[in-house]
Nanobody, 123 residues
C-alpha cells in the first residue's frame, strides 16, 4: 500500500506561481510512476504530468508544457509540481497518484491517490 498526501495548494493571481508537494509513505515508490492530475466540477480527472521515479523520465500535458515542472526528492519520498505563469483555467483540485510500471495518461490506470489540494487562480 502507498499513502499519498498533497499540500501546497492555495489562491494565487494569474501569472503567479505555486509549488505542490506529495509525500508518499507505506512502501518505497522507487519502481513506481507518480503523477499529478486535476479535476474541476462536472469534468473528468485530467492528466497534468508524471515522472518515472527511478529513471526521472517525465511527461506533460500539452496545456502545461513550459509552465509546470514535475520533480521528485528521493530522500524525502516526495513528489513536486512547480507551477509557473498560472492561468485561471488551471483552477482545479490537484491530485497526486501512483502506479507501478510505465507512464500512462489514463487516470483509471493509477491505483493510489491522495485526497487532493485546491488550486485557485484569479484573473
Amino acid at each position: 500500500q502507498v499513502q499519498l498526501v498533497e499540500s501546497g495548494g492555495g489562491l494565487v493571481q494569474a501569472g503567479g506561481s505555486l509549488r505542490l508537494s506529495c509525500t508518499a509513505s507505506g512502501r518505497t515508490v522507487s519502481s513506481y510512476v507518480m503523477g499529478w492530475f486535476r479535476q474541476t466540477p462536472g469534468k473528468e480527472r485530467e492528466f497534468v504530468a508524471a515522472i518515472n521515479w527511478s529513471s526521472g523520465y517525465t511527461r506533460y500535458a500539452d496545456s502545461v508544457k513550459g509552465r509546470f515542472t514535475i520533480s521528485r526528492d528521493n530522500a524525502k519520498n516526495t513528489l513536486y509540481l512547480q507551477m509557473n505563469n498560472l492561468k485561471p483555467e488551471d483552477t482545479a483540485v490537484y491530485y497526486c497518484a501512483a502506479k507501478p510500471g510505465v507512464i500512462v495518461v489514463l487516470s483509471t490506470a493509477y491505483g493510489y491517490w491522495g485526497r487532493g489540494t485546491q488550486v485557485t487562480v484569479s484573473s
